[in-house]
């Protein structure tokens, strides 16, 4: 009889674990899908960043080339108002 009432015990205690443990997995597999879609979205904005830094790239490298061909010279007109 002890033997039986010492194993329910170690059962019960199991148990408790085991029912800890899903709770904590369950938590976590919700966090890591959390985490994938906010890493997925980081990836498109990084990927979109990078385009956006190209054209960028693209644009200042045509005024450079502009500016070497049409030699343009930049003024500023402050005036003198009195």
């Not at 976590?28 to 980081?42: P, T, W």
């Not at 054209?55 to 108002?81: F, M, N, P, R, W």
């Amino acid at each position: 009889m002890y033997m039986l009432e010492n194993a329910h015990t170690c059962l019960e205690m199991k148990r408790k674990k085991c029912k800890e443990l899903r709770k904590e997995i369950k938590a976590l597999k919700q966090s890591f899908n959390d985490l994938q879609v906010s890493h997925e979205s980081l990836k498109e904005d990084h990927e979109e960043l990078g385009n956006a830094h190209s054209k960028l790239e693209k644009a200042h490298s045509s005024l450079l080339e502009q500016a070497k061909k049409e030699e343009v010279i930049v003024t500023c007109d402050k005036g003198l108002y009195m």
